[in-house]
């Protein structure tokens, strides 16, 4: 009898140990955070994204693409964060064109599409890689988190930017008379007797590090062999555009009258 209950305690034990093996658990897996920080500015060369939380998990998003100095297109829309596929994805994009008439004024001219689909993907060093499916024949570049004011460095001004830039025949001089307000004045030599000429003046936007004008006028200009005016005729006035400066002392000019004779100058600043 002994050896019975003996044997029968050792079994029980057995079982006891095979059971509390087999109820060891699996840790669980990291859940991705959906609460992810991706509201702020974003931008590269020619768009301009603004993301906004709007809800739980929810973003409410508007963008700026400048497709000359004077004309582009806006985007509003609303997404949804995929944690897993790390993008946002929308199917309300609505795509306007617009006309720029003013500093931070533009007119719709009417509206491409609505109910737009795609996504912004968000890749590993903080950039966004946006993917429309109207427009995927536009490949955006990726766009850079504009830092805000507490991430930082403090906000440069047009007064950071004051000199002259030149490129080939054409050199630029800024000029700041504040902070954000300013004059612009192009020369543009065609020989050593003629020119053209532009004067005008801009507000400049220390997020974006642009400097817009609307008042552009362009002069023909014929000088003398002693090097003073001979005549002078007006082109135009009321040009529009704008000076991208770049933190590496270079800028790019866009001008709507004469966005053909610009493409692919860079200015490089002079020494003072």
């Known amino acids: 009898m002994k050896k019975t209950i003996a044997l029968l305690l050792a079994c029980i034990l057995c079982l006891a140990l095979f059971a509390a093996c087999g109820k060891t658990e699996t840790p669980a897996e990291p859940q991705e955070n959906a609460d992810v920080s991706l509201a702020g500015d974003y931008m590269n060369d020619r768009c301009s994204v603004t993301i906004a939380e709007d809800g739980e998990n929810g973003f409410a998003i508007t963008a700026y693409w400048g497709e000359t100095a004077k004309d582009g297109f806006n985007w509003t829309l609303t997404g949804t964060y995929d944690a897993a596929a790390k ?157 991208q400066f770049f933190g590496d002392g270079t800028l790019r000019w866009e001008d709507e009258q004469e966005a053909d004779n610009l493409v692919g100058m860079t200015f490089e600043k002079l020494p003072a």
Not at 104 to 128: M, P
Not at 132 to 138: E, I, L, S, T, V
Request: with cysteine; aromatic share 12%; net charge negative.
């Open 87 to 243: 993008r946002i994805n929308y199917t309300d994009a609505k795509k306007e064109s617009v006309t720029y008439t003013d500093v931070g004024v533009f007119d719709v001219n009417g509206v491409v599409f609505e109910n737009g689909t795609g996504y912004i993907q968000v890749n590993d060093d903080g950039s966004l890689t946006w993917n429309d499916a109207q427009d995927a024949d536009m490949a955006f570049e990726p766009l850079e988190r504009v830092a805000n004011e507490d991430e930082a460095e403090p906000q440069r001004t047009l007064k950071d930017f004051v000199g002259s830039y030149s490129a080939d025949r054409c050199t630029i001089v800024v000029e700041a008379t504040s902070d954000t307000d300013g004059t612009i004045s192009v020369h543009w030599g065609s020989s050593v007797s003629d020119a053209y000429e532009w004067t005008m003046t801009g507000y400049f936007d220390g997020d974006t590090m642009r400097m817009s004008y609307s008042d552009g006028v362009k002069k023909y200009v014929v000088f003398n062999e002693d090097g003073t005016l001979a005549e002078e005729t007006v082109e135009y006035e009321n040009g529009c555009g704008r000076l």
